[in-house]
């Protein structure tokens, strides 16, 4: 029962074959994490987190995130290792227990928590700096299409850290980033091609950076 009720839950809360109810999506989610569904705390949670169909709750976000996370729940465990690294609510800042929850999460092949592990080695937060062990997280990150772990290993490749030097795939990852969204990588992406002679390219892609707030991409593209 508490499946069929998340899976109301998660129509009513897109929209999808209903008509979007965000209230009674919470009620659906409440009812399923009551019966202990780890899933539906972790979305319950996020309502809470968001003010989705409840006012914003820190307290109840944090109670329903961490049942989840302790039921083993991927995405709550990545939730808690985010939260610890910032001190959000009534958690303290700690970048080592962070680093635990995140590589819970890795380890069951959460895409986002294998970045934010990445990140953590990249720059020595919680853990010492390892740049091998930050391309291997960005890389299964990565395949796991995660868009920011492609842009910063498309960094460590270009900068030869963690391993060899490649432009190629370098230049691959960074093209995947930008197409994917990534403003850092969209603006990077636009010197490249502006490097290159081809300043249609570059304009492109330093526009799309504009649209997503990259100043120093609009100074880019004023000069052009």
């Not at 465990?77 to 609510?89: C, D, E, I, K, V």
């Amino acid at each position: 029962m508490a499946d069929a009720q998340a899976a109301l839950a998660a129509c009513l809360l897109a929209g999808t074959g209903c008509e979007e109810d965000m209230e009674l999506a919470v009620y659906w989610y409440t009812c399923a994490a009551e019966q202990g569904l780890k899933e539906a705390q972790r979305e319950l949670a996020e309502c809470y987190f968001y003010g989705n169909g409840v006012d914003v709750d820190e307290a109840q976000a944090l109670a329903w995130m961490k049942k989840a996370a302790e039921a083993g729940d991927s995405g709550a465990l990545t939730w808690m290792g985010y939260w610890y690294g910032l001190g959000y609510s009534a958690l303290p800042v700690d970048h080592q227990r962070a680093n635990k929850f995140l590589r819970e999460a890795a380890e069951q092949d959460n895409a986002k928590a294998m970045y934010y592990l990445g990140y953590n080695y990249r720059t020595g937060t919680g853990v010492q700096e390892d740049y091998k062990a930050a391309r291997l997280w960005f890389s299964r990150a990565a395949e796991a299409g995660d868009c920011e772990a492609k842009y910063q290993l498309s960094v460590l490749y270009r900068d030869g850290l963690g391993g060899a030097r490649d432009n190629s795939e370098s230049l691959r990852l960074l093209r995947e980033a930008a197409e994917d969204g990534v403003v850092d990588a969209q603006a990077e992406l636009a010197i490249v091609e502006l490097d290159n002679g081809n300043k249609q390219e570059a304009r492109k892609w330093l526009e799309l950076a504009v649209a997503q707030g990259s100043e120093e991409s609009e100074i880019d593209l004023a000069a052009l």
